[in-house]
Each structure stands twice: as C-alpha cells, then as structure tokens.
Nanobody, 124 residues
Framework: QVQLVESGGGVVQAGGSLRLSCAAS????????MGWFRQAPGKEREFAAA????????DYADSVKGRFTISRDIAKNTVYLQMNSLKPEDTAVYYC?????????????????WGQGTQVIVSS
C-alpha cells in the first residue's frame, strides 16, 4: 500500500514559479514509477509529467515541456514538480500518482495510487 500526499500548491501570478511536492509512504517507493496529472474545472484529468523508478527517464506533456521539471529524491520518498513560467491555463488541481511498474507512463490507467491533489491558481 502506498499513500501519497501533495503539497506546495497556491496562487501565483503569470510568469511565476511553484514547486509541488509529493511525499510517499511505503518501503518500496524506490521501485515505483511516478507521475503528475492535473485537472482543470470542467475538464478531464490530463497527464503533465512522469519519471521512472530510477529517475533517469522523464516524460512531459507538450503543454508543459520546457517549463516543468519532474524529479525524485529516493532518500526522502518524495517526488517534485518544479513549475516555471506559469500561465493561467496551468490553473488546475495537481495530482501525484504512483505505478507498480518501472517506466514512464502518460495514461491514467497505468497508475495504481493517487494523492488527494493540490490546487494551483495562476492569475493573469
């Protein structure tokens, strides 16, 4: 069983930055692939970024590529999402997810555990 707790959301002006954190419980965290998804009001939950079990491989949605960076600290059982050059269209609830598998995955169905989400609001 894995529990995920996100933090770091908030309100920021366009062009600003935020860093989201996802703290994971469980001794096998180092073997899980991790991802960040987001859901804007009235829209489907969509992929933002993913990282494989070792942290060597990452994947990003085109909409965030070059602005967001996903990373993980295995010693701290934590995954991060550094978000720079934020835009109003980045406003959403951001969810952390964990997968039993070891690769990088952009589809919701590949993930086995989800956090409760953290709200990000980008004002224009």
């Amino acid at each position: 069983q894995v529990q995920l707790v996100e933090s770091g959301g908030g309100v920021v002006q366009a062009g600003g930055s935020l860093r989201l954190s996802c703290a994971a419980s469980g001794r096998t965290f180092r073997t899980y692939a991790m991802g960040w998804f987001r859901q804007a009001p009235g829209k489907e939950r969509e992929f933002a970024a993913a990282i494989n079990w070792s942290g060597r491989n990452t994947d990003y949605a085109d909409s965030v590529k070059g602005r967001f960076t996903i990373s993980r600290d295995i010693a701290k059982n934590t995954v991060y999402l550094q978000m720079n050059s934020l835009k109003p269209e980045d406003t959403a609830v951001y969810y952390c997810a964990a997968s039993y598998s070891s690769g990088t995955y952009s589809t919701k169905g590949e993930y086995d555990y989800w956090g409760q989400g953290t709200q990000v609001i980008v004002s224009s």
